[in-house]
């Protein structure tokens, strides 16, 4: 089944532990990103690849690192959590970010409580 | 850089009351249009998409949007909603290298 997975969905950690969330899609898909979502903010993105070893950043990048060595796999980390990425985050991709009406195929969410 | 406003934050309606939720673009290429649906504790899924030809598309589950460019917006429709609508809706824009999201619209359909 073509998805896109995430974990872990649900984590509480403390400030300044740490942490990495896994994204892996099994689409053979070349674009991978990663939004925040918050109440009222919508999703805003993180990070985004358009390929193996290409990352950038996206609308909010502050506070997070990732990298891409491998085609399917695209891990969000979190060196030093603080209460403000409390969040709900997403992992997508897509076949090819230029393709005219490429859509997005999303994970199922990953929500994260910094305490 | 592109942005995408959705006028309305929560829309409450009666069942088989009709839907329209506002969608507006700023973005000076070539656009891919979207709008994607988020039953409460699930992930984004598309609804339907616009990317070039008939400006009224289609999507799943009775939903439709009409591609204004001239009004850079991007309205979705559903002439008569059920209670399994309820859930959020988010209108997206796709540039050369991301797709930017609107805030959402939460939309409430009372039985």
């Known amino acids: 089944e073509a998805q896109v997975t995430q974990n872990p969905r649900y984590l509480i950690t403390v400030t300044g532990k740490k942490l990495t969330v896994t994204c892996s899609q099994n689409?053979?898909?070349?674009?991978m990103s990663w939004y925040r979502q918050d109440p009222g903010l919508g999703l805003r993105q993180i990070y985004y690849?358009?390929?193996?070893?290409?990352?950038d950043k996206g609308d909010v990048p502050e506070g997070y690192k990732v990298s891409r060595k491998e085609k399917r796999n695209f891990p969000l980390i979190l060196e030093s959590p603080s209460p403000n990425q409390t969040s709900l985050y997403f992992c997508?991709?897509?076949?090819?970010?230029?393709?005219?009406?490429?859509?997005?195929?999303f994970g199922e969410g990953s929500r994260l409580t910094v305490l | 850089a592109q942005s995408v406003s959705q006028h309305n934050h929560h829309v409450i309606l009666s069942e088989a009351a009709s839907l329209e939720l506002g969608c507006n673009y700023s973005y000076g290429g070539t656009v891919n249009l979207f709008w994607y649906v988020q039953y409460p504790g699930q992930h984004l899924q598309l609804l339907l998409k616009y990317f070039s030809g008939d400006p009224l598309v289609k999507g799943i589950k009775g939903f439709e949007a009409e591609f204004i460019k001239s009004k850079f917006s991007f309205n979705l429709r559903k002439p008569s909603v059920q209670w399994s609508d309820t859930a959020e809706y988010f209108c997206?824009?796709?540039?050369?290298?991301?797709?930017?999201f609107g805030a959402g619209t939460r939309l409430t359909v009372k039985p």
């Open positions: 997508a991709s897509t076949l090819y970010a230029k393709l005219a009406g490429g859509e997005l195929f």
């Open positions: 689409m053979n898909h070349e674009y």
């Open positions: 690849s358009m390929n193996v070893e290409v990352t």
């Open positions: 997206a824009v796709k540039g050369d290298n991301d797709m930017r």
